[in-house]
Every structure is written in C-alpha cells, then in structure tokens.
C-alpha cells in the first residue's frame, strides 16, 4: 500500500472497505511498523495515542478499576461516563464487547495528546453509543489531530478532511462537502440527498437532518 | 521442505530421537543445520531467546536438585529448533490433506481439523500477543514479570471465545464427522533425502553411543 499526504490540526476521516489496509496505516502512522520505503515526518507531535480495534487485547488490569488506573485516569469519572458504577471490581474480561469498548474510549479520549488515531471506534457499539462517540469527538476537537480509520457509513462525526483507502493507495478526497463527489466510499445516505438536490454541509447526524429538512422545505 | 507428509513425519521422528539420547539430539541439530533454512529463524530471534531462556531456567534446576540439567537443556533445545522448523514451514491446510492421506476421510479428516485449529489458534495467540505488547507500550507500561499475567488472561479469554465461534460455526454449518478431501502433494527429491537422513537419525539415536566409540568403552 502506499501512502502520501499531510494531515493537519481537526478531524480527519479515512474510510475504506475491509481489509483494505485501514489497520495497518493506523499502527504505521503510531510508529509500531516500519516503512519499507518513504518517512513519516511529525511536525509538533509530542503525545500520540492509537485506540486498537479490539478493546479486550488493550487489557492490561485485573478489574475495571485497575484498568481505568493503567491509563493514569480518573476511574470515577469514568465509570460514570460508562454506566460502569458498581462494577468497578469485576473483570473488564467479563465486561459484553460494547461495555468494553465504551470504557476503552472513554479511557482513551480521556487523555491529553497531539495525535489520536481511533482504529474502528465505531466496532460493538449500538446507534445510541455511536452518537455519543461522535458528540465526544467533535468536543475534543482543536486539541490536535485525530484520525478516524472506519468503515462505517451511518453514523459519523463532524470531520475537516476525508481519505480513502482506494486500490491500495490513500487518496485525499478533500474538505466536505466538495469530498463528497469524489469519495468512493460516501454513504448511501449522502447520496440520496446529493440525488434529491440537497448536499449535506458535513458527515454528522444534524448536517444529515439539516439537508433531509430542506428537502422538505 | 514441499511435501507436508515427510515434514510431519520428519517432525516426530527427530523429536523423539532427541528425546530419546543426547547423541541422538547432537544428531538431530546436525539434520536441523544442513536440511532447514536456519536463517528464517533469525527473524524470530527474540521468540527463540526467551524460549531458550526459559529452558535454561528449568535445566539448572534440575541441574541443581537432580542433575542432567546440561542434557534436557541441549534436548530440549533441539526439540525446540525442530518445532521452529516445521511452525515456519507449515502451510494452511497441510494437516488437514496429510491426516486425510494417513487416516482416511473420517477419522484423518477430524484429526487433520483439529491439527489446523491448533494452528490457527498458535497464529491467532502470536497476533494477539504482539497487539497486547503495542497497548502495554502506548499505555507506557514496560513489558514484564507483571504483564504475564493480565497478558495470559487476555490470551486464554481470546483462545476460548475463537474456539466458541469455531464450535457455533460448525454447529450451524451442520457438522458432525469427517469430510471430503483429496489431497495432492508434491514431492522433490530433497525431501526424500532429508527424509531419508531422519531415518539414519533415529538409527543412530537407538544404538549406544559406545557401540560407535570404542575408545569409550
């Protein structure tokens, strides 16, 4: 696979389908996998922090608690943020996957950093969490860099750039709305509304209802 | 090595003839340097030290409280190359079309299976393994005495969730016993010479080193 382009300050989207190679550009990006040609130049990076794509293999704590304290946060606020009350001594192993990933993300998006790449945020959670991680994400925007690597086509955040994984290579589709025209992967959604005359200024849930709204008049 | 029917066989043999005598082990690291690419190996060379690492640690006990130490450690050692050696050659599918060939569509077809699963799950434990080093590095935990056990928890908890979705999947699919396979194999000339030489091995593991050495008697 190759890969070029520059990723600045806001909320970056890169989409692709299954396999295309999503995974492996988040753990390059985060420096666990050497290039075999080219280099990755980090301007004002100091803190960088990869969500992995399946939660239980991030376990590093005997019960919640401990592992809300591996990752030096407030286990309180956590278990709040999570609905996790209550059970802070039981094993995250024991945890449902959805549970598991919620505090996971809620771990991670906790933290202070430069650069945050999320690989598949959006795996094991219900529409409800989905939106929930979207609404996070747009909160914690202006505080660097994050990358979103997602094949998910329904629910997404506000983002400033959209890539795609595209016959191996990463192509820039560009800022939204204009990406929408020129990315393969743009959800079904979007184009029904392109279709209908009305195109949504962004990715969110209130840009989608925003257009679908105008539609209607 | 092409034909997985002699690196099996080959497999076993040199296993036991290691077991079996320390001059059969020398032997069987003889084969192991002229018949095997030695320097894939290197590539796992951190894997293959702390294997080797925890060898010594159980040979100088014995040592200690036994004796025989120096022995168990350069048989178990070879053992160790010889698993190696076949880990690296092992295809996807080779169990299955070797157990068919040996014991026919039920019982070489179950047994094959459960080979490949044994497999796939060593494959899955390595992948596993690597991603729970990644999370302990980006949570700036350092690997150690410490992590082996959440590690251990994280890889047996990942064993046995795969190993219910196999069970699921079979279930649906209807299985019950056995299957249809008509294996091909490819047979070279090395293969027969090295399967040869395992044979000259085992010979030689058997008879008393003094039977060769008659200064030793």
């Known amino acids: 696979m190759s890969a070029t382009g520059s990723f600045h300050e806001g909320v970056h989207l890169v989409s692709g389908d299954v396999g295309c190679g999503k995974s492996t550009l988040a753990l390059i990006m985060a420096g666990f996998f050497t290039l075999s040609e080219g280099t990755i130049e980090r301007k004002g990076i100091k803190s960088c922090i990869l969500s992995l794509q399946f939660p239980e293999l991030s376990v590093t704590g005997l019960t919640v608690a401990e592992e809300c304290a591996s990752w030096g946060v407030d286990t309180d606020k956590i278990l ?10 039981e094993s995250p192993l024991s945890l449902s996957r959805g549970e598991l990933k919620r505090l996971h993300l809620a771990c991670v998006l906790d933290q202070e950093y430069d650069l945050l790449l999320l690989d598949e945020p959006f795996s094991s959670l219900d529409c409800r969490e989905k939106a929930r991680l979207c609404d996070r994400i747009g909160y914690k925007k202006g505080d660097g860099i994050t990358i979103i690597f997602t094949h998910e086509q329904n629910i997404l955040p506000r983002v400033d750039r959209i890539w795609e994984i595209s016959g191996q290579a990463l192509v820039d589709c560009g800022r939204p709305p204009d990406a929408f025209f020129r990315w393969r992967h743009v959800p079904p959604v979007i184009i029904r509304l ?7 200024d962004n990715l969110s849930l209130d840009d989608l209802r925003e257009a679908e709204c105008r539609i209607h008049g | 090595m092409q034909d997985p029917r002699i ?22 690291f003889l084969w ?7 320097c894939r190996l290197a590539r796992r060379f951190p894997l293959v030290l702390s294997l080797v690492l925890m060898i010594a640690f159980f040979s100088i006990v014995l040592e200690i409280f036994g004796g025989g130490g120096l022995s168990y450690f350069f048989r178990m050692t070879v053992i160790l190359l ?101 294996p091909k194999f490819l047979t070279s000339t090395s293969d027969i010479v090295a399967g040869v030489f395992v044979v000259v091995v085992l010979i030689f593991s058997l008879v008393p080193v003094s039977e060769f050495f008659i200064l030793y008697r």
């Open chain 1, 80 to 89: 709040d943020s999570t609905g996790l009350h209550g059970r802070e001594n």
């Open chain 1, 194 to 200: 392109i279709a209908s005359g009305q195109t949504p």
């Open chain 2, 7 to 28: 690196r099996i066989a080959a497999a076993a043999v040199l296993s036991l003839s290691a077991f079996i005598s320390l001059h059969g082990a020398a032997a069987v």
């Open chain 2, 32 to 38: 192991w340097v002229v018949f095997t690419p030695r």
């Open chain 2, 82 to 182: 010889t698993g190696m050696w076949i880990y690296d050659e092992q295809k996807s599918g080779e169990f299955l079309a070797a157990g068919v060939w040996l014991f026919g569509q039920k019982t070489g077809f179950e047994l094959g299976m459960v080979a490949e699963m044994g497999m796939q799950s060593l494959v899955s434990v390595a992948a596993d393994l690597e991603r729970i080093r990644m999370a302990e590095e980006i949570k700036g935990i350092s690997w150690g005495v410490r992590s082996l056990v959440p590690a251990g928890l994280v890889l047996v908890h990942g064993a046995l969730v795969r190993a219910e979705d196999n069970a699921e999947l079979l279930a649906v699919r209807g299985y019950q016993c056995g299957g249809t396979l008509c």
